[in-house]
């Protein structure tokens, strides 16, 4: 693909406050044939499973972390990213709703880049840069962004683009079919233990607690 058709990227642009409403009127209503699984939850997962079972399975009250709040400031912040693009040409796209029935997979995109040729999100993040050749929450909430491109445009998605605000640094990680398994793989993961409900195992590094919004219900062993 050459070009991108402006008229058909709307037609995958679904406005977020008219699906959750949707969702909230019809709560007894599966809008699919499998689990609704968000690209942000496949980091929660990554992070700490225990995250996802008081969200979902004991819907326990989040109170409002730091990490939480900066996610509003993010888009001003892509907008600022975007005009210092020092890619070649390209197409930048925002607050792009994309789901995959599928997988049971939706996200909203808040930024991806077209060359052309090829696309990549990009993700802003307040917290440390994870090191390398460890387990990356970031890195696989992005390539579930890049399977959701790939899914709904067919462009070719062979890397992701995290800007770690602390740092004020760039990180592109390049992905390939492993990454993706990776991913779909997690999502089986998430759909297993809503189906079981049971409590998993918490994160062994004690360090992510410290900030986390479930940290009054969860009383680690």
Known sequence: MNSIDSENIKDYILNKHQFNIL?????????????????EEIRQFSYCKRILFFRHIIHAPMKQSYKMEFGTKKHNMLQKISNKSKENYTQKY????LTDPFLGLVGLIDYFEFNGKEAYPVEIKSGNIPLENIDNPHKH???AQA???EKNFDFLVKKVRVYYSKYKKIVDYSIGV???????????DIRKLLALEQIPDPTKDRGKCIDCECRNYCLRG
């Open 23 to 39: 969702r909230l009127n019809n709560p007894m209503i599966n809008l699919y044939e499998k689990p609704i699984i968000g690209t």
């Open 94 to 97: 925002f607050n792009i709703y």
């Open 141 to 143: 909430q992005v390539t």
């Open 147 to 149: 399977i959701l491109i």
């Open 178 to 188: 492993e990454d993706k398994l990776k991913v779909i793989e997690i999502i089986s």
